[in-house]
């Protein structure tokens, strides 16, 4: 028997609706979007149920997402099923922070709330984040380097799907020479600002400061950062790293294939979407996933 991950997606996985089944037939689900809401100041439950516009911006989408998240967390807990290891995709970390028992629920949606509204204010005047496909990583690298401005790599997401990342004009530059250099695709992702690029570093010295007031607690089970693509063995070390998080990028492939070296054979993904299952068949096709999105899949864990 191989190791068990949790992993947690990131935003863009959002949609109305998610998570209202384990709120409305699972009572510690249905605390957990109340504990959002109560230490957002937002009615999160209506933001996640309810058909409106803000759930599709940044700093809305956070906490609406992390609030699905951590209450289908605790639905997989009920069952009994703890995972070796956890990591989350961007604002996916903090869903892997509250499985590692590093911050409680209530500092978590504290926190992810104040970082929606730093991320979404670092950059009033928007920037491109573009999901380059068919490419191979290092050309990616080297074009982004060569060009002039701000634009680097936001995502490793899997083996010919890098997201880049920065100044509008920048990133048009590197799209066009990207192309150029054979990319099958390059996509403009519908996102309000550049984020995981340099120019988000103020957004991350704002959310330092809040994290100043968090508990962090000792790391009961392992986590791995966005950052390091590495496991986290230092309680100290983990505010400095969701600082850098913001404006660094997210190595998320890296952060698989160290899970995989491990021993790590099935992954849970826990949140909205699949679309972790969707990059793990590109990083290794040979992985157990199962996916916890509706109730019903909890009965996936019983196998």
């Known amino acids: 028997m191989g190791k068990i991950a949790f992993m947690f997606p990131g935003q863009g996985a959002q949609y109305v609706g998610m998570g209202k089944d384990f709120y409305e037939q699972i009572p510690v689900c249905k605390e957990m979007f109340e504990l959002a809401g109560k230490a957002s100041g937002l009615d999160v439950a209506a933001l996640c149920f309810e058909e ?30 703890k995972p070796d290891v956890t ?46 496909l068919g490419l191979d990583t290092a050309v990616i690298e080297k074009v982004c380097a060569e060009t002039d401005g701000c634009v680097t790599i936001a995502n490793y997401n899997c083996p010919g799907q890098i ?36 120019l988000l570093v103020g957004a991350g010295e704002k959310l330092a400061k809040e994290l100043d007031s968090v508990e962090i607690h000792d790391i009961v089970i392992p986590y791995i950062a966005n950052v ?46 699949k679309t972790l299952s969707g990059f793990m068949r590109k990083i290794n096709k040979d992985m157990k996933v199962i996916n916890i999105e509706k109730v019903e899949d909890l009965e996936s864990l019983r196998r």
Request: hydrophobic residues 45%; aromatic residues 6%; proline residues 4%.
């Open 87 to 132: 990591g989350g995709l961007s604002l996916g970390e903090y869903g892997a922070l509250v499985a590692s028992g590093v911050m409680s629920p209530e500092d978590v949606f504290k926190v992810v709330r104040k970082r929606g509204i730093y991320m979404q204010e670092a950059v009033p005047n928007g920037g491109a984040m573009v999901a380059v």
């Open 52 to 81: 409106n516009e803000q759930i599709n911006i940044t700093e809305y989408t956070q906490i609406a997402m992390l609030a699905a998240e951590v209450a289908m967390l605790k639905a997989v807990e009920e069952k009994g099923v």
């Open 228 to 273: 390091t693509a590495d496991y986290v063995k230092d309680k100290a070390d983990v505010k400095p790293l969701l600082e850098k998080q913001v404006s660094s990028s997210v190595k998320w492939q890296q952060t698989v294939e160290k899970m995989i070296a491990d021993g790590v054979d099935t992954f849970v993904e826990i949140g909205p979407g």
């Open 163 to 198: 997201v880049i990342t920065g100044e509008e004009a920048a990133a048009k530059e590197a799209v066009e020479k990207l192309t150029a250099a054979g990319a099958k695709r390059c996509v403009t992702l519908n996102v309000s600002g550049p984020f995981h690029s340099p």
